[in-house]
């Protein structure tokens, strides 16, 4: 998310929008039949409760050129005999997992305190072999032909919840210091980390349902599982290196 380009917006456009095009008008000359599109929530913004029928509000050039590559699909998807499936996942974790995700789940082995135990936000996420899962299902279910959906590991889960899960599955204690949320707040801003601040404090989720409904798909594991898998991963990382 540290954009040093020039200009984010183009480069992004050139990977996510151009180069998805692209890919989708090679698929219709093919003769496939389905193409199934990883976008994003942040086609809809960065912080709330997101439906199937919200509105499209990206805030940053990645959000755009997802949305703008939702649109161009379904246009294609109108005048062509290729079907399009958009899934819109949250954050997702799992093995390979980088960033924050990572970042976070390094601290909790390594033991280090984290004044984050305040923290009563709500966030979806998605374990990638959930969303491995519904990519499969999308790819065939003839009621999926032409929908978006959202999609999430089927429960919401508090900063708190998910550094606890952490610990758990990597088998060791959680150090969550009570330090007030205003104030942690107030010194990111001071240091510009306002955007930081809010994946950490703010709440973010989705409501799966419409994919349930449409195709009856359920999240196979569950975030227990998830994180295990990710610990595991980690701790394999780490002895080979």
């Not at 890919?23 to 389905?34: K, N, S």
């Not at 999926?144 to 998910?162: F, M, P, Q």
């Amino acid at each position: 998310m540290n954009d040093q380009m020039e200009d984010p917006l183009a480069a992004y456009r050139e990977v996510n929008t151009a180069g998805t095009v692209n890919l989708a008008e090679q698929a219709i000359q093919a003769g496939i039949r389905r193409f199934v599109f990883v976008s994003s929530v942040k086609v809809l913004g960065e912080e709330g409760r997101f439906y199937a029928h919200s509105v499209p509000h990206p805030l940053d050039p990645y959000g755009v050129s997802k949305l703008e590559a939702e649109l161009k699909l379904l246009e294609l998807a109108r005048n062509s005999d290729m079907a399009v499936t958009i899934l819109r996942p949250p954050l997702v974790y799992g093995p390979g997992v980088g960033a924050n995700f990572l970042k976070l789940l390094q601290a909790v082995r390594n033991g280090m305190p984290l004044p984050l135990g305040l923290a009563a936000n709500k966030r979806s996420l998605i374990y990638i072999g959930n969303l491995v899962d519904a990519l499969i299902a999308c790819s065939s279910h003839q009621a999926a032909r032409n929908k978006t959906y959202l999609i999430d590991d089927g429960e919401t889960v508090s900063t708190v919840e998910l550094v606890k899960g952490m610990a758990e599955a990597l088998n060791v204690r959680s150090r969550l210091i009570p330090v007030p949320v205003a104030l942690i707040r107030m010194a990111a801003a001071l240091v510009g980390k306002n955007q930081a601040a809010q994946r950490v404090f703010g709440s973010l989720t989705v409501d799966s349902s419409q994919i349930k409904q449409d195709i009856n798909w359920q999240a196979p594991y569950s975030r227990k599982q998830g994180l295990a898998a990710t610990a595991a991963w980690l701790n394999t990382l780490t002895i080979s290196r």
